[in-house]
């Protein structure tokens, strides 16, 4: 158990909807990472926040928006869905925002399955 | 950009031998951090190792241990003494230093361990 928490595990909805992914960092965490699974693209870097402010911004789709609350949990809000955002959706933590190097603790994530 | 190469999608391995899953990376950065992480079937993503450019000395975790060849540009991972329960995806990944923490995957390699 990494300590991160991802909600729901399992998602099926319909293309056109909206959804919400949520994630809770490990206890002390500031930065908080979305990633993206899927077959045809692989593991992708989606966004970064840092102590509630965006550090890094990755493949992120316009149709795609995140935030980090005050209290460090962040949410990866996906709307207009597509058939081919069908993914494994990872949030992952770590202590420092990128001054240094420290490793990154993944959640279970989030399997999203768009029909 | 950085680029990660993991040219092997499969692997196979006796129980109690070593294996090496090659990893090659390109990048202009001079610093910069390099990462291995496991994926056993049930999806979750588990930190192995962590190897920094500047590091004199590999990196190693127990049974696992990093090739580092920074002229070469590559961070192979060794496992030693395999167990069944290595049988997952392993990927390889790095990282830049500054613009904050993200991680840029390679494709992956599939570890069996067999009797």
């Known amino acids: 158990d990494s300590g991160v928490t991802q909600t729901p595990k399992h998602l099926i909805t319909a293309t056109g909807q909206r959804v919400t992914l949520r994630c809770s960092p490990r206890?002390?965490?500031?930065?908080v990472y979305w990633y993206q699974q899927s077959l045809d693209q692989g593991l992708q870097f989606l966004i970064q926040?840092?102590?509630?402010?965006?550090?890094a911004k990755g493949n992120i789709l316009e149709r795609f928006s995140a935030q980090q609350f005050p209290d460090l949990h962040s949410e990866l809000n996906l709307s207009s869905l597509e058939l081919g955002d069908s993914a494994l959706y990872f949030c992952a933590s770590s202590v420092g925002g990128g001054q240094h190097y420290n490793e990154q603790f993944f959640g279970p994530g989030t399997r999203l399955t768009v029909l | 950009a950085q680029k990660i190469t993991q040219t092997q999608p499969g692997m196979f391995v006796q129980e109690k031998e070593a294996v090496t899953l090659d990893c090659t990376y390109d990048t202009s950065d001079q610093s910069y951090g390099l990462f291995w992480y496991k994926q056993p079937s049930s999806g979750e993503m588990i930190f192995l190792i962590y190897q920094g450019s500047y590091d004199e000395q590999n990196a190693t975790e127990g049974r696992y241990s990093l090739n580092f060849q920074k002229a070469r540009k590559s961070a192979n991972l060794v496992i030693s003494a395999s167990q069944l329960g290595d049988s997952a995806m392993y990927f390889c990944a790095m990282s830049p230093r500054g613009g904050g923490n993200k991680l840029t995957f390679g494709t992956g390699t599939q570890l069996k361990v067999e009797l």
């Open positions: 926040y840092y102590n509630g402010e965006e550090r």
């Open positions: 206890s002390g965490d500031l930065s």
